[in-house]
């Protein structure tokens, strides 16, 4: 006995279902990079312009401390003290000492609260310490 069905199977052709749900996912997942990466932009500290200031690549997991002009320490949308920011950097520098981080300082901020940061970075041993301008206007 012959107990195998007997069927015509059909050629299977291109299946664009699949193809669109990657797409999508594609699609959610650059957004939300973008996202987190604008987050990270404090858009009330507007840095001072600098004639050897130039748009940089970004590297990837580099930490951004904004400074106001008031004197609050921000990273990702937190403010942080001078105590709990030494935390963070402590813990960053345990981990890689060469990790970029980018001191954002407001052009009106004063000079004390970027040496605050500044001072942390060393003090901790980090690296790669750099400073955010913008290149001159045109």
């Known amino acids: 006995?012959?107990?195998?069905?007997r069927q015509n199977r059909e050629e299977v052709g291109f299946q664009l279902?699949?193809?669109?749900?990657?797409?999508?996912?594609?699609i959610i997942f650059?957004?939300?990079?973008?996202i987190y990466k604008e987050y990270e932009r404090n858009l009330e500290v507007v840095v001072p312009k600098a004639s050897s200031g130039k748009n940089s690549d970004r590297a990837p997991a580099e930490l951004i401390v904004n400074v106001t002009r008031g004197g609050?320490?921000?990273?990702?949308?937190?403010?942080?003290?001078p105590a709990s920011l030494d935390?963070?950097?402590q813990a960053v520098a345990s981990y890689d000492r060469a990790q970029p981080?980018?001191?954002?300082?407001?052009?009106?901020a004063?000079?004390?609260?970027?040496?605050?940061?500044?001072?942390?970075c060393q003090k901790n041993g980090l690296e790669n310490v750099?400073?955010?301008?913008?290149p001159p206007e045109k």
């Open 72 to 81: 609050r320490f921000i990273i990702n949308g937190v403010d942080k003290t």
């Open 87 to 89: 935390l963070m950097l």
């Open 110 to 120: 004063p000079h004390r609260f970027f040496v605050t940061v500044f001072d942390l």
């Open 1 to 5: 006995m012959d107990f195998r069905r």
């Open 130 to 134: 750099r400073i955010a301008t913008l």
């Open 17 to 26: 279902t699949p193809m669109a749900d990657l797409f999508f996912v594609l």
């Open 101 to 108: 981080v980018i001191i954002r300082a407001d052009a009106e």
């Open 30 to 34: 650059f957004m939300t990079m973008w």
